[in-house]
């Protein structure tokens, strides 16, 4: 498949729904491209009931003439202004090359996970990662949760775990109390918020909340069956069926780096018109500051727009996104890591699930990559998108330089990127062959 | 809760899933693992997003299909290690 977009936006969150319908009304051709089934991203995930603006932003796209591909994931820019897409649907691997003129990425964020003992063990999962297994049919009524991390997102999942049946045993925040009653009195200005706190606290109101804590370990023979949590000096074992465990959010900056947009302090630097360092680039969302949904649809509201050339437009909402960065700031210093949390891996502990590297062998190493090249340290499929936010926490290494496909794809496909490169240069197939392989 | 209306097999079992349910989820229902790490690791998904790899299986045939991000469909047969 081989199509021509005036904009194209990938990621279908709240962030590039927002930009694909406001950049359509222009009459612009839009394509928007997502990897999962459906619309929503992270948030507006089916099987739970969706909020009114998600409702609203979502009957606006399903009434646009937005060009919707979902199931499709982004692997490969080979030439400027082509993207190369495989299908993620079951029984195909069908490859599609995606042309356009301004591009908008709204990739979104996905959740920090550190390495503990057991951590590895089935049923320990993120915290939004029980919640989309739940969203997705798994069955949790009755079963005891454990929800731990940090972040806002672990209330709003206990609370929705609870109203599925769960019974969340208890919640662990790994911030100490001062600092999150420093970050409520943050949000004092932002009434929904709060009022969204104390309905999600309410909701989950039969689990203990322990702040200052964490696990140290997940227990069980082949599957979870308790975990240690451990608050100051005082540790303890609850039983559980599942560890809903994530530390915070990290943006997805692979397509962003790929594209070789300039990334400042973590997140991709973009000007008021969410126009990032490469010329037709723009970016919305979570990739730019975590800042969660308000500002997501902002943000992309904002990105569409100045797409489709529509400033005076875009203005307008210029000015009430500037109300969300004291947000963003004071969101980012409630969750900041306790550095104890570095000593939560034992010797034998792995830190790269897919090539099973444990974290004895990774002393020494100065960097990412120096590590993958003599351990094979998130050489697998997930390509480090799940160590690497451990490892620049736990070893304080940066990111390593993203190489193309930002995603592991087939051979076919990867053979088709190379031909829309227009070379004959099989670089893309014989850096990843490797890879491929240990599929 | 709807009635369960879509039967599919994982590992010659069959399985009964209301509509919208992730090969994930059914594979969850199913038994506790999804996959065995190179180390020989029971294995099941971690992060429900389609990030971490590790809910892979043999969708109809269709080697390390991501099953968090796939629908259960009528039929289908699901193969894990
Ligand atoms: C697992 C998880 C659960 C969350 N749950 C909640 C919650 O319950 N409540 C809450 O307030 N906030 C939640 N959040 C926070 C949430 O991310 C934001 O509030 C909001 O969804 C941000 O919108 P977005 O559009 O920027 O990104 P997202 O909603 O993350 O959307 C980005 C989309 O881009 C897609 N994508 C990324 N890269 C590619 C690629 N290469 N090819 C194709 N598609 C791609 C992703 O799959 C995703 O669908 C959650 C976050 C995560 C990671
Ligand atoms: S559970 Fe992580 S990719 Fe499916």
Redesign the interface.
């Known amino acids: 498949m081989k199509q021509h977009f005036d904009i194209l936006v990938i990621g279908a969150g709240p962030a590039g729904i927002a930009a694909a319908v406001r950049a359509a009304e222009s009459g612009a051709r839009v394509g928007l491209l997502d ?3 459906a619309p929503g991203g ?1 948030i507006w995930r ?2 739970a009931a969706l909020p009114a603006a998600a409702r609203d932003w979502i009957a606006k796209l399903d009434a646009s003439p937005v060009v919707r591909l979902h ?1 499709w ?1 982004v692997f490969a820019h080979p030439a400027s202004g082509v993207l190369m897409a495989e299908s ?4 195909d ?1 069908e490859a599609a090359e995606l042309h356009y003129d301004k591009l908008v990425l709204a990739t979104g964020a ?2 920090r ?1 550190l390495p503990f003992p057991g951590w ?7 915290a ?6 739940v969203r ?4 949790i009524s009755g079963k005891r949760v454990v929800v731990a991390g940090t972040g806002p997102l672990l209330l709003a999942v206990a609370a929705h775990l609870a109203h599925r049946g769960a019974k969340v045993v208890a919640i662990c925040e790994q911030a100490p109390v001062g600092r999150l009653a420093a970050f409520s009195l943050r949000l004092l200005d932002q009434p929904g918020k709060v009022m969204q706190g104390i309905n999600y606290r309410w909701a989950s109101r039969n689990a203990r909340f322990h702040t200052g804590c964490w696990p140290i370990a997940a227990n069980g023979q ?2 979870l069956e308790s975990v240690t949590l451990q608050r100051n000096d005082q540790q303890w074992d609850v039983a559980c069926d599942y560890l809903a465990c994530g530390y915070h959010l990290v943006p997805n900056l692979e397509l962003p780096v790929l594209l070789g947009c300039r990334i400042q302090n973590g997140f991709v630097a973009t000007d008021k018109w969410q126009q990032t360092s490469i010329p037709g680039v723009l970016c919305a969302g979570e990739p730019t500051g975590i800042g969660g949904v308000e500002l997501a649809i902002l943000e992309g509201q904002i990105a569409g727009l100045a797409a489709a050339d529509r400033i005076s437009v875009a203005s307008g909402l210029v000015q009430k996104r500037s109300r969300f960065q004291g947000f963003v700031r004071a969101l980012a210093n409630a969750v900041e890591l306790d550095p104890q949390l570095r000593t939560l891996p034992s010797a034998e502990t ?1 830190v790269c ?4 590297v444990p974290f004895h062998v990774l002393g020494g190493y100065s960097s990412q990559r120096d590590a993958k090249l003599h351990t094979r340290c998130g050489m ?3 390509q480090g ?2 160590c690497g936010a451990a490892t620049q926490f736990l070893f304080g290494w940066g990111a390593d330089s993203v190489r193309p496909p930002v995603l592991t794809a087939s051979f076919s496909s990867l053979a088709a990127a190379s031909c829309a490169a227009g070379h004959a240069s099989n670089d893309i197939l014989n850096q990843n062959r490797k890879d491929t392989h240990t ?1 | 809760m709807p009635d369960p209306s879509i039967s599919l097999l994982v590992n010659g079992a069959s399985v009964s ?2 509509p ?7 594979i ?2 199913s038994g ?2 999804a996959r065995i ?3 020989g ?14 809910c ?1 299986a043999t ?8 099953s ?6 009528p039929g ?1 047969d699901v193969r894990t290690a």
């Not at chain 2, 690791?41 to 590790?54: N, T």
């Not at chain 2, 969708?59 to 991501?66: D, L, V």
């Open positions: 990897d999962n089934p992270q089916k099987g199931g994931h993620t649907a079951a029984t691997r996905r959740e996970f590895t063990l089935p049923n320990v999962m993120g939004g990662g029980l919640d989309a297994m997705g049919g798994l069955p082949g599957s792995i699930r897919c090539e099973d697998g499929p997930c998108r799940i599929l | 899933v209301t919208g349910t992730t090969v994930a989820a059914a969850l229902m506790p693992r790490s190179v180390t690791e029971p294995r099941a998904p971690l992060c429900g997003m389609g990030i971490c790899f590790e892979r969708i109809n045939g269709f080697a390390h299909r991501r968090c991000q796939v629908l259960c469909e289908m």
